[in-house]
Each structure stands twice: as C-alpha cells, then as structure tokens.
C-alpha cells in the first residue's frame, strides 16, 4: 500500500487527542503544551513523513520526475544502469567523383568524416561509418546522380560523440580525416538523426524495467532497450522469434530474428539505371524502399499509367535483403531498351542504419541473423452512423472522426496502435462514447480496406493499423 501523505495539523490533531487522554485538563490550544509540544513535533513528524514517502515513490519508481535525479542513479546502478549522457547521431554520407569511375572504389567501415572545426571554439563534430560499401565499376551507372551530376556511394555513418551536441545539420560533413582515394569529396545531404539528449529521470526508469526483464541483448527485451536508447525515431518495436508464426523466414535462415519497427527516416536519392526492357523489375539500390518520387528518360513518366511500384512481398520484405523497385508496364510510355532512365526515390535510412549498427562486433551475437523491417501498414476502413442526442450534430460529428482517427493513427498526446494490436469493434466504440452529446454509433463497415462486414480485426505482430481520412465515413443519423 502507498504511504498516505499526512501535514502538520493532521500530526497535531493526534499529538492532542494522545495528551488528552492521559490529562483531559491539559491545554492543548494555548500556552506551553501547545508551544512546546504540540505545534514543533508536529512539524518534524511532517518533515519525516514526506521523507518516507519519498523513499516509498524511490522504491515504487514512482512519480519519478519528482525524485532527485542522484537518488534514481544510485537505485537503478543495482541493475548495472547508468543514466545515458545522450546517444550518438546517425546519417548517410554520400561519397562522391564527378567523373565516370574506372575501377572499384571502396569505402572502408570506421572512415571518419568531420565538420569544419568551429570558429570560436575550434571544435568539430565527426561521424564514422558503420560499414564498408564500394562504388562498383560493372554497375557504376546506378550511382550516378542524375540531380547532382556526380556518381555518389551512400554509406550509413554514426558520431563518436553522444548527446544534441552531436547532431548536424545537411552539407556539414565536408572533411575526410583521412585520404579518399577516387573521390572528389564527401558530403551529408540531410540532417542527422538520433543524438539524443542524456536521458530524463522518466527515461532512466523505463529502461531501468526494461533491464529487469532482459539484461543482455542477446534477449529480446535486452535488443528492444538497445534499439529504443540508441534510436530515437523508433515508434514502436516488436522482436519476432522462435514459433512466432509472424517469423516468415524462419524455413530458410537459421537463427533468424526479425525486429519490426513503427517509426522510419525516409531519405531521398537519386539513381540512373540503363533500361531493361518492359515488364522487368527495377530494384532501387538502397533498400527498403518507401516511395518513388519521379521516374524520367527524357519524358517524364507516371505511375500507374507507364510503371507500377513493387514492393518486395517475400521473406526479406521491409529490409535491406529485399527487391522493392518498379517495374514498367507492357503498354504506356517507356524509355528504348538501354536508354538511360533516371529514378528518384526516398528509402528508410533508419533500417539501414540499425542493419549496419548492429552488424558492428559490439553488438552482433554469434549465432542469430537478427534482420530490421519495416513493421506492414494494415490500411483499414470504417464506415457508420452517428446518432446525436445533444449539442450541435456537425461539431459532435467533427470529434467523433477525429477521435476515431486519434485512436488509431495517434497524436500529439496519444500513442497511436502498434504492432501486434487488435483494432476491435469495443475499443472503437468506448472511445466514441466518452465523447458529450453522443447517444450511439451504429457500423456498417469495419473492417481491413477492401473488405466488407463488421468485426474485430486481428493484427499480427508484424502489422500495424492506420486508418486513412477518407476511409473513416461517419454520416449523421
């Protein structure tokens, strides 16, 4: 039970009623008793009071923005957590040469690129890359950047330093610290992610639970601790092994691990390509694919009319193992077969950067093929009709679709659905009934996109609900 917070009055009023007892002709309200007696020991039972309470919220790990940060520390250090003073920045440094290459030109793991040492206090901010990539002389067109003019190699990179202090923004990474044979320069053209700030009392003492349930990364909750400190744009993730049916590849890859993830960095780059030929899939070079911004050949070309987008439905879906790209169809337009067709895309750098990141001996363990996803959008659809009892209708109405859309896809104040859960009928309604002036919601669709009826939808722990506008159609009744 919690510890009841008890004041001054409350610890006089029993001081009182105790002296009473033994002396009912004892003054306890005026004169020496009272001073003596009653008003200071009153006040030192109230100071000694919140002092156990305090130590109760410590044991509790309750309330832990009120507790002095030296005492959290010193609790959580029996499970070996220390507070983090921040965790490093991750972004893509692009290599690049002007010209066409003439041989192979690799990129070792831990090159260091740094800004321009600051002028007022000389000090620069380095990133390391994560692993080793090389432009290669028999596929060099695919790097060439058709915006740029330049043939660029892409290469996940981390800071050596932790902290918002490690954060930079684009075209800051200029400096090779050491010789870039074969290329002009190097350069990061979008901002850094991660770099988080050293953590809150709050942060400590999640992961502080996260510690007691798995100590090692070699344990899921232990890689979910991992991935959550060091990466701050993972909304949510689910690590999938064993007999979990959602395991897709466990057939083929032995000791697979499959980390979905809620949360991405779309990034965006450019490749050139010599055309194939109609009906042939083109995969992007750096995978996963999130979007195809524009596909051109001279002409410009549209999707759905000239090309589709394939994303890869296999095994490896979601990470860098799989064959997102696009594929031009048998009719429309299309560039002569070996012309050169330029391709603009935006891929998830965050899945790369955790593949690479956790491929580094700090982190790999001997004996799992641990593989980062993309989590799989369910688009679903919901259609009904709302029955108003007091207000005005349309502004009830306007809340009951924006709550609706809230609880799925999330908000500002709210978490939205993660992976692996339910989007049931109940939950839906519950929501909807807390809202004022709302008498009842009847469904008539509710249901995965494309689908009919009403019923509960049941998500796999590699799938994730959202729910666009325009497939939430609430009438009035």
Request: proline residues 6%; negative net charge.
């Amino acid at each position: 039970m919690s510890v009841p917070r008890l004041t001054a009055a409350q610890f006089a009023t029993q001081l009182k009623s105790g002296i009473a007892s033994r002396d009912s002709t004892v003054d306890t309200d005026i004169g020496p008793v009272a001073d003596w007696v009653v008003t200071p020991v009153s006040r030192v039972f109230e100071g000694q009071n919140e002092r156990i309470r305090q130590l109760f919220q410590l044991l509790a790990l309750q309330r832990p923005n009120e507790l002095d940060p030296a005492d959290i520390d010193a609790f959580v250090f029996n499970e070996q957590v220390i507070r983090s003073p921040g965790s490093p920045a991750f972004v893509d440094l692009v290599f690049f040469r002007k010209t066409a290459p003439t041989a192979n030109l690799p990129i070792p793991a831990n090159f260091p690129v740094a800004t321009n040492p600051d002028p007022t206090s000389g000090s620069q901010v380095t990133f390391v890359t994560l692993t080793s990539d090389q432009i290669q002389l028999t596929t060099s067109s695919a790097y060439f950047n058709g915006v740029t003019g330049r043939y660029e190699l892409r290469v996940p990179s981390k800071s050596l330093t932790v902290g918002d202090t490690a954060a930079v923004s684009k075209n800051r990474l200029i400096r090779p610290l050491r010789p870039l044979p074969g290329f002009d320069g190097v350069v990061n053209d979008s901002d850094s992610a991660g770099g988080n700030a050293a953590e809150s009392n709050v942060d400590v003492v999640n992961r502080y639970f996260l510690r007691i349930r798995g100590t090692e990364i070699g344990t899921p909750a232990g890689l979910e601790r991992y991935i959550r400190q060091s990466f701050s744009t993972v909304e949510d993730v689910k690590i999938i092994f064993g007999n979990d049916p959602a395991l897709v590849r466990a057939d083929t890859d032995a000791g697979a691990v499959d980390s979905y993830l809620v949360g991405g960095t779309p990034t965006s780059v450019v490749m050139t390509v010599t055309f194939p030929g109609r009906l042939n899939l083109i995969p992007v070079l750096k995978q996963p694919l999130v979007a195809i911004t524009s596909v051109a050949s001279g002409a410009t070309f549209t999707e759905g009319v000239d090309y589709d987008v394939v994303f890869d439905s296999g095994i490896y879906s979601g990470s860098v193992r799989g064959q997102d790209g696009i594929r031009f169809k048998g009719t429309g337009g299309a560039p002569a077969v070996g012309d050169p067709l330029t391709i603009t895309y935006q891929y998830d750098s965050l899945i790369v950067a955790l593949q690479a990141y956790f491929a580094t001996p700090e982190f790999n363990e001997t004996g799992r093929d641990n593989l980062f996803r993309r989590g799989v959008e369910v688009q679903v659809a919901i259609q009904g009709v709302l029955t108003v009892k007091a207000g005005d209708p349309n502004t009830v109405l306007n809340v009951v679709i924006q709550s609706i859309l809230d609880y799925i896809n999330g908000s500002t104040t709210q978490k939205a659905l993660g992976l692996g859960e339910d989007l049931q009928v109940f939950d839906v309604d519950a929501v909807v009934a807390k809202i004022p002036g709302v008498d009842d919601l009847v469904f008539s669709v509710f249901s995965r996109t494309g689908g009919t009826g009403v019923g509960d939808l049941t998500m796999s722990d590699r799938e994730y609900a959202r729910i666009l506008a325009s497939n939430l159609s609430i009438s009035l009744a």
